[in-house]
């Protein structure tokens, strides 16, 4: 969209803001006074007051009480712009998403003349790290449900913030990724299509936002293809070994096992073969994401994953956007992809299996 469509603080915030960063306004530079600049940029002092709360927020200018507003001086450190990139995991280099993430954060703002900061805390974190760091933006990798709150105290701020991952209905407009109960839907469709109706769901315990709408998602997509729905098969994994074998053990068992979380991938794969079950012939087997000992299996699962990469961009572009002061275009795109790795095969009755 146009200028035009951008409020007019906004757009004075924008004009402020590129004039500080190139040096109009230098370093320790003292500010003319609200009344001063709202009669050179023709709009109130209620305006250019806004203006100078978010210029004060984002750490570009201090406003010392007597003296006057000044334009705060970077640290050498600081001599660029920043965007801070949050995980409440920990460290990350073995994380096969996250690296994928970072990787193409660092090429797509050093491109734009900006320093990426890796950071690790939760959402009472944010608002001191976007201060003491003097952040532009930030990305919050995957956040769990009680940070809907924070992040969307962010948003009405004003904060420049994108969430990556996966697609949070109610932060749906800052959220890029997939939406977890989309590819649920897909995977249960595309077991259902094969004949397999008799459908077991294993997932990780937590309030992990992907965990909490992938549950969601196979619920609803049962439900949707009136699938049969055994509760005892829809399971909170407290220990793998001992609750895949009852589920396996079962009369009648499962035909078609989706692992809601890629971590059980190569221990659920072990204990089928241990038990002589075979995949796909005993049981169909398809996997929801992948990390690096996914993909280091002698035999990897079928899986529909996200694409991290164009997760990255979609919310760079838009992250880019907003600190621009410019409307960012929200696709929403489902942002995953089918691997087919021979796990999962058309199911065919006992009877048709002894013929």
């Known amino acids: ?68 507003t000044f334009v705060s001086e970077r640290e050498k450190s600081f001599a660029r712009p920043r965007i801070g990139f949050f995980t409440q995991y920990g460290p990350w280099p073995g994380d096969y998403g996250i690296s994928i993430i970072a990787g193409t954060l660092f090429a797509y703002w050093s491109r734009r003349g900006y320093d990426v900061v890796l950071l690790c805390g939760g959402a009472e974190d944010y608002e001191p790290a976007i201060a003491s760091l003097q952040l532009d933006g930030i990305c ?39 939406s977890n109960h989309r590819v649920l839907d897909a995977a249960v469709k595309y077991l259902m299509d094969l004949g397999i109706r008799d459908l077991a769901f294993l997932i990780p315990e937590g309030t992990a936002s992907p965990y909490v709408l992938r549950r969601e998602g196979f619920l609803r997509a049962m439900w949707k293809y009136r699938l049969p729905f055994n509760p005892d098969w829809s399971i909170t ?61 002698k035999r990897q699962p079928t899986v529909f994953r996200v694409n991290f990469v164009q997760l990255t961009l979609e919310g760079s572009e838009a992250l880019k956007k907003m600190i621009d002061h410019e409307i960012p275009d929200i696709s929403g795109s489902l942002n995953f992809e089918f691997i087919d790795r021979h796990t999962c095969q058309e199911f065919k009755s006992h009877e048709n299996r002894k013929g």
Do not use: H
Not at 247 to 264: D, F, H, T, V
């Open 1 to 68: 969209m146009g200028l035009k469509t951008i409020p007019k603080y906004q757009q004075i915030l924008k004009d402020l803001t590129e004039r500080i960063r190139n040096g109009e306004f230098a370093a320790g530079a003292r500010l003319p006074g609200e009344r001063v600049l709202a009669d050179e940029l023709g709009v109130s002092v209620i305006t250019v007051s806004r203006v100078m709360r978010e210029l004060q927020r984002s750490g570009l200018i201090r406003r010392c009480v007597g003296s006057g």
């Open 140 to 178: 919050v990798y995957s956040p769990p449900m009680e940070f809907i709150a924070p992040l969307r105290r962010l948003r009405d701020k004003g904060v420049p913030v994108v969430a990556l991952s996966s697609i949070l209905p109610e932060l749906a407009e800052i959220s890029f990724g997939y």
């Open 237 to 297: 994994v407290q220990e793998l070994e001992r609750d895949l074998k009852k589920l396996m053990s079962a009369e009648p068992r499962p035909q078609g096992l989706i692992l809601g979380s890629c971590k059980y991938a190569k221990e659920a794969m072990r204990l089928l073969e241990e038990w002589n079950l075979q995949v796909p012939e005993d049981v169909s087997l398809l996997v929801i994401d992948e990390n690096q000992e996914t993909l280091t299996m």
